[in-house]
């Protein structure tokens, strides 16, 4: 907890430097006081591709949130924010999972959002100068490798200090240091390294930056690294002992035409000490090399108010793409669904997406499709043994994506449905049994937010 000491120090300086001008009080007084509330429901279908669905196949859970954050007014640069959230199961599950595979798929449980704790979810000081500013504490952070989660009731939190740099022209840039991960699950958690807080004693350092220096031409990268000598336990991709290197760029741009098109390119990789592990354990052997890319590619165009989106994403055979540390399986691959992700080695993955309001306020509306195929080579490099081997060869997966943000009286209240459908050629059970025949799965979440 250095981060927050050095935040809580930062602040008695603060506090010291105003008492003297006696101001800090207007500070606290002029502050802004927000808040949310959250429900959300997840239920899946029971479904024998058990490896593929984990940990969502048969699952039916209903949780509560309410997040309140204040930050102060300004004081010679300065604002201090805090923010707390509370989280309560509903209970429709048939029990509470203290297992994994058959067990886990029993109980309806989806521990993810069974969650009842009370966190200290933001904690920080920070210091704007002109366009610039640092924040140093318990914060969120959202960039494409590094991000919060907000899939479920309760979200994880970084104890880190990030600047962002805004001098340049057309240019923002993110240094991040980040010391802790605080996860969702709090007093709730189980005796289990996914769902403790991660400690980094030799921390994780970032850049990430966002050019439009070029006319249409958007360009975001970010680089990350850790020497970290244990195990990073952030599924479904976890790093072994030693630490790892990952990096992402994309390129964005928008034809000067009348018609509407654009094209965009990914390049992703990842340099593993160790290699990579497919299961939450240390003695077990490393899956795959040590080293991953991904490259995609998306062309985008918009017909009659209906966005489109085709897209295409390969993974190399030698071993898994990390994804995005913060309970984020995938913020970098467009082929990114609801129940798969295309960052296992091996995996060709091509989508088609429609997106459209129908002319009705508030009402976004998405439908995607995306076919997977798997190499053999990349089935064996994805995992160690076969319970644990993601076979994504031949599977399909259909998603709707229904959002409403309500006006007038009931502003700031929001609704969505996400749900997905996906077939599998080679459905593998908990055991590691691959079946020769179809299985389909059926997953949705709901959201109930307000903002006030």
């Known amino acids: 907890m250095k981060l927050v000491k050095l935040s809580l120090a930062a602040l008695i300086t603060l506090g010291t430097m105003a008492n003297a001008a006696d101001t800090l009080a207007d500070a606290f007084k002029n502050g802004k006081a927000t808040g949310e509330l959250r429900f959300v429901y997840t239920a899946g279908s029971e479904s024998d591709a058990e490896v593929q669905t984990n940990p969502v196949n048969n699952v039916n859970v209903g949780s509560v949130a309410a997040e309140l954050k204040y930050v102060t007014d300004s004081l010679y ?16 599950h048939e029990n509470d999972n203290t297992s994994t595979g058959a067990a886990q798929i029993a109980s309806e449980d989806d521990e993810r959002n069974s969650v009842s704790t009370t966190l200290l979810s933001e904690a920080y000081i920070q210091y704007t100068y002109s366009k610039s500013n640092i924040m140093i504490g318990r914060q969120k952070i959202k960039t494409p490798l590094i991000m919060t989660s907000t899939a479920f009731a309760l979200e994880d939190s970084f104890d880190a200090a990030v600047i962002t740099v805004n001098e340049i022209p057309d240019t923002m840039v993110k240094l991040m240091y980040i010391q802790d991960w605080q996860m969702r699950y709090g007093s709730d958690a189980r005796n289990t390294p996914t769902q403790k807080d991660d400690h980094f004693k030799d921390g994780i350092y970032s850049l990430f930056f966002v050019n439009k220096s070029i006319k249409n031409l958007k360009i975001d990268g970010q680089y990350l690294k850790t020497n970290e000598n244990e195990m990073i336990y952030d599924a479904p991709v976890f790093m072994g002992e030693g630490g790892y290197d990952e990096y992402y760029l994309q390129a964005e741009y928008k034809l000067p035409i009348s018609f509407p098109l654009s094209l965009a390119m990914t390049y992703a990789g990842a340099d593993y000490d160790t290699g990579v592990k497919a299961a939450p354990v240390s003695a077990v052997p490393d899956a795959g090399g040590d080293n991953a890319r991904l490259y995609g590619f998306k062309v985008g165009t918009e017909l009659s108010g209906i966005k489109l989106n085709v897209a295409y994403t390969t993974m190399d055979d030698e ?8 309970h984020v399986p995938d913020a970098v691959a467009y082929t990114d669904m609801l129940t798969n992700n295309a960052i296992f080695a091996g995996v060709d993955a091509y989508s088609i997406e429609a997106i459209y309001g129908f002319g009705v306020p508030g009402l976004s509306s998405a439908l995607k499709y995306a076919h997977y195929e798997q190499s053999d080579e990349g089935y064996l490099n994805s995992g160690h043994g076969a319970t644990n081997r993601m076979n994504l060869d031949g599977a399909d997966e259909i998603n709707i994506d229904l959002k409403y943000a309500f006006s007038g009286a009931l502003k700031g209240f929001s609704a969505r449905l996400w749900a997905g459908y996906g077939i599998y050629d080679n459905p593998t059970s908990a055991t590691g049994v691959t079946s ?4 389909d799965f059926l997953y949705g979440r709901f959201y109930l937010k307000y903002n006030f």
Do not use: Y
């Open 319 to 326: 071993a898994n793409f990390p994804g995005t540390l913060g």
């Open 436 to 439: 020769s025949s179809d299985d």
């Open 77 to 92: 640069g300065f604002k201090l924010g805090m923010a707390f959230q509370s989280a309560h199961d509903l209970g429709f």
